[in-house]
Structures are given as C-alpha cells and as structure tokens.
C-alpha cells in the first residue's frame, strides 16, 4: 500500500524554525518526485519547494526562497522540509506529494499532478 506520512508540525513563534517529515511506504521514495504543498485558510494550495526525480534540480517558490530547504534520507524512505524564520503567513497545512512518472523540479501553479499525497500536519505560527 502506497502512503506518505507527514509529522513534524505544531505551533511556533515568527522567527523559529520546524523540520517537517515525510515518511514513504509501499515505495521507493528516491525514484519520484517529491514535493512540499501547503494550503492555508480561505487558499488554494500552493506548491512551495519541490525535487526532480531525474537529477535532484529543486524548485522553490519565491516565499521559500532563502528560508526552506528540501533534503532526503534514502536509507530512511523519508523527506523532509526544513523550515527557518518562520512568518505567521507561513501558518498553513503543509502536504508532501510523490509522482514517479514527473521528471521535472516544478510544482508552482499549473505544474503537472503529483500522484500520492501525505494527509497533512499543521503548521501554526504565532506569538
């Protein structure tokens, strides 16, 4: 069974840093895309930092630049989205995405469908 599980959310002060996870099941993580979503209240989800299967080129949406980055642990089947100098704009639920067949890095608007996706962890900041 294919899954994608997040973890890693909560509430943070503007200014801190959390370190979200996306743990695989049922395939190989290395062989897909991957992709960090995030939907905040009365919004579309938008595509926030995203890696290409085919040659790890990354793509980052301009509210991530210089603040998110994106790494993998093969060895654990995981992903993850490091996340610093957070904004209470940043507050949203943060998505992981997987396609095998997208050799691209982007997923900002009218990117390419991304097949499976992680249920979700929310991401509060607040003082």
């Known amino acids: 069974q294919v899954q994608l599980v997040e973890s890693g959310g909560g509430l943070v002060q503007p200014g801190g840093s959390l370190r979200l996870s996306c743990a695989a099941s049922?395939?190989?993580?290395?062989?897909?895309?991957i992709g960090w979503f995030r939907q905040a209240p009365g919004k579309e989800r938008e595509g926030i930092l995203c890696?290409?299967?085919?040659?790890?080129?990354?793509w980052y949406a301009n509210s991530a630049k210089g603040r998110f980055t994106i790494s993998r642990d093969n060895a654990k089947n995981t992903v993850y989205l490091q996340m610093n100098s957070l904004k209470p704009e940043d507050t949203a639920v943060y998505y992981c995405?997987?396609?095998?067949?997208?050799?691209?890095?982007?997923?900002?608007?009218?990117?390419?469908?991304?097949?499976?996706w992680g249920q979700g962890t929310q991401v509060t900041v607040s003082s």
């Open positions: 995405a997987a396609d095998r067949y997208y050799s691209g890095s982007y997923c900002g608007p009218d990117a390419p469908p991304y097949d499976y």
């Open positions: 049922g395939f190989t993580l290395a062989n897909y895309a």
């Open positions: 890696i290409s299967s085919s040659d790890g080129s990354k």
